[in-house]
């Protein structure tokens, strides 16, 4: 008997779940005081001056507060764009994660992503004088670098790292060039690092673990 595929936007139930906490919290945030808003995302977001702080003189807690924004800044969004392009590509791909690799492994790479993105940005930009980071796209690319690991029994090799390399170079053209500032109005740049960073995080964690066929 033939298995039919599932559409990508049928998600799994903690894909579901995860995308609606996104939307959650950035409403939550948008109906706040702006006093109260900024706050959060000064508190929040992964930055890159404190973080480099702590790790000049590292203690227990330090790293666990770093760890702490290193995950936070995942549900911080600059607009309802950022918001929703993250949105759309967690239900593509964190949808056949989930759906091939299990909720355990979907929420640890998830995680482990995020925090590859994080800290990729953290070390191509730690000596420029610092920034904010947030916004789950590390996670999200995470997502998509274990869904090339899922494609390789059906596409071949060849297709899928000719994918993977005209994703990250459309990454690395918008987040180098003034095309990234015009996309976000001016008032932020793309982290084609933290992008990247998941990626390469996802595809190769998703190694570790053994999916279920597509």
Not at 114 to 129: L, M, P, Q, R
Not at 184 to 198: C, E, Q, V
Request: with cysteine.
């Amino acid at each position: 008997m033939e298995k039919s595929e599932e559409p990508a936007f049928n998600a799994p139930p903690v894909t579901k779940y995860l995308v609606a906490t996104l939307i959650g919290v950035h409403i939550l945030l948008l109906v706040t005081e702006p006093a109260t808003r900024d706050w959060f995302y000064a508190n929040l977001s992964f930055d890159i001056a404190t973080s480099t702080a702590i790790l000049q003189t590292p203690t227990g807690g330090g790293i666990a507060a770093l760890f702490f924004t290193a995950t936070s800044h995942m549900f911080l969004h600059d607009d309802f764009m950022h918001l929703l392009i993250n949105a759309f590509m967690l239900l593509a791909f964190g949808a056949m994660v989930e759906r091939h690799f299990g909720v355990a492994t979907f929420i640890s790479l998830f995680l482990l992503c995020g925090w590859a993105g994080a800290f990729s940005e953290y070390f191509v930009s730690y000596d420029a004088g610092g920034g904010y980071l947030y916004g789950a796209s590390g996670a999200v690319f995470g997502m998509m670098g274990a869904t090339m690991r899922l494609m390789f029994p059906k596409y071949g090799l060849q297709k899928v790292v000719a994918f993977a390399a005209v994703m990250m170079g459309v990454n690395l053209v918008i987040g180098l060039s003034p095309l990234g500032q015009m996309l976000t109005g001016g008032d932020a740049t793309i982290s084609w690092a933290a992008h990247l960073g998941g990626f390469v995080a996802g595809g190769a964690l998703s190694l570790l673990f053994r999916p279920d066929p597509v």
